[in-house]
């Protein structure tokens, strides 16, 4: 039977690795995708509020000696105020999440601590991380972790690739995005629990984090939906993943003046059989099509696929993730 003092220095390895382990798997809360990232741990409540600044619009053309701001209803300068600080705010609640394991005795005798520890780590880190993940992509296209079942669920951005009445079967989503656009807080950091059953003869550890997510600013967000599946070429009579969604999402963020990155790119989380598709239209091997790189630069498409040319020349730093949302009905 493993020792007090073995199970004791399990578990404190497993508390000891499970934060950066998580930190390592985890993509969104990332500074670089999120810039607005709270801590509100020791705080009281599960929402927090973020504020939110009115936009200002264009300033008039005054006359000497007219009013620069008219009262309501009056008849010089600009109408009734039009850049008044009017300023709102975001509710970001936070949610928990977590998942568990067993280690029996036997686990321990024959597989040895080291082997235990790593196994329940990734287990419990990777577990966590996956659920923060696809909360976040779905709080990016409807500002709720409730899981998008139609193209239609998407309402709160920008649609840039396969419309909701596209009919072609089910869709997944490519997010492309400014850093300001989303929250992200944490009431809990990453947490190991252990409980020895010993009716069991087992140790089951549990691994739980308290976060949450919400759009700051919808309009910073474009989605692209495209058909599901690994396919063989860029075709958008078929549904598949092309350039120019991707360069008309990075034409509406700045025609809606959202701000891009300290590096100068937006972020665009695309799943691996887009990456598929984008990187075969990149080369050429998917097709020419008007829009796509490969058509005008053939010439360097190799050389720009594998230096990340890609990102310079749409504007956007390409993620691989598999936590986008997926199987989403076209009709």
Same mark, same amino acid.
């Given at each position: ?211 949450? /997510? +919400? ?7 474009? *989605?692209? %939906?495209?058909? #599901?599946?690994? &396919?063989?070429?860029?075709? =958008? ?8 969604? /991707? +360069? ?7 025609? *809606?003046? %959202?701000?891009? #990155?300290?590096? &100068?790119?937006?972020?665009? =989380? ?62």
């Amino acid at each position: 039977m493993a020792s007090t003092t073995s199970v004791t220095n399990l578990y404190e390895d497993i508390v000891a690795d499970l934060v950066p382990y998580y930190d390592n798997f985890v993509l969104l809360p990332n500074q670089q995708l999120i810039a607005h990232a709270y801590n509100i741990t020791g705080g009281t409540g599960n929402t927090m509020n973020i504020p939110v600044t009115n936009p200002w619009t264009t300033g008039a053309t005054i006359a000497a000696g007219a009013a620069i701001v008219a009262t309501s209803g009056g008849s010089e300068g600009q109408a009734t105020p039009v850049n008044d600080f009017a300023p709102t705010s975001v509710a970001l609640a936070v949610s928990k999440r977590g998942t568990g394991t067993f280690v029996t005795t036997e686990d321990l005798e024959d597989g040895g601590q080291s082997t235990v520890r790593n196994a329940v780590v990734t287990r419990l880190s990777r577990a966590i991380a996956q659920s923060t993940d696809r909360a976040g992509f779905q709080v990016m296209g409807h500002n709720s972790e409730t899981a998008m079942t139609n193209l239609t669920d998407v309402d709160v951005v920008g649609m840039d690739g396969i419309q909701a009445a596209a009919d072609i079967g089910t869709c997944e989503l490519s997010y492309v995005f400014s850093d300001e656009a989303m929250g992200y807080a944490v009431k809990r950091e990453p947490t190991v629990q252990m409980f020895d059953n010993i009716n069991h003869d087992r140790i089951e550890f549990t691994g739980t984090l308290r976060n949450g /997510f +919400a759009q700051i600013q919808p309009t910073y967000i474009r *989605a692209i %939906a495209t058909k #599901d599946g690994i &396919g063989t070429a860029s075709n =958008v009579a078929t549904g598949a993943a092309t350039l120019s969604y /991707f +360069a008309k999402s990075v034409a509406n963020l700045k025609n *809606a003046n %959202a701000p891009m #990155d300290f590096t &100068g790119f937006y972020a665009g =989380v695309i799943s691996p059989a887009v990456e598929y598709a984008l990187s075969n239209e990149l080369n050429g091997v998917g097709g020419t099509g008007t829009g796509s790189i490969g058509s005008v630069a053939q010439g360097l498409a190799n050389d720009a696929l594998l230096q990340g040319m890609i990102t310079q020349a749409l504007g956007i730093s390409f993620i691989r993730s598999n936590n986008l949302p997926s199987g989403l009905a076209s009709a």
